[in-house]
């Protein structure tokens, strides 16, 4: 499988968890392996969380609110840092840190 062909899968749709998982790490790896940047566009701020090295959060209209550089991940600040995105996202306001990463 390529990147490519991971991408079309990734933007079919609605899979289980179970199968949305698989295909995240799969992904993952190909991106790795062929060593492709790749962007991910999601609204689930734990997938975000989880995949990225970098997310960029955007509020209205298309306005950026937040450029966080993720350094290693830990399972136990994901709740932590998804309620600081969505407080980001909720006040549609720039600039707040995050305490994880590094914020621009």
Same mark, same amino acid.
């Given at each position: ?13 609605? +899979?289980?968890? +179970?199968?949305?998982?698989?295909? %995240? /790490? ?5 991106? @790795?392996?062929?060593? /492709?940047?790749? +962007?991910?566009?999601?609204? #689930? ?8 090295? @970098?997310?960029?959060?955007?509020? /209205? ?7 966080? %550089?993720? %350094? ?7 709740? @932590?840092?998804?309620?600081?995105? #969505? %407080?980001?996202? #909720? ?5 707040? /840190?995050?305490? @994880?990463?590094?914020?621009?």
């Amino acid at each position: 499988m390529s990147v490519e062909s991971a991408i079309e899968v990734l933007t079919s749709g609605c +899979v289980d968890v +179970v199968t949305a998982a698989a295909l %995240r /790490k799969n992904f993952l790896e190909l991106a @790795r392996t062929e060593g /492709k940047t790749t +962007v991910l566009v999601t609204h #689930q701020l734990e997938e975000a969380i989880e995949m990225g090295g @970098r997310i960029l959060v955007f509020g /209205k209209p298309a306005r950026l609110l937040a450029d966080i %550089r993720l %350094r290693g991940s830990s399972t136990g600040e994901i709740p @932590r840092l998804r309620s600081e995105i #969505q %407080r980001l996202i #909720q006040a549609n306001e720039p600039g707040a /840190k995050t305490g @994880r990463g590094d914020v621009a």
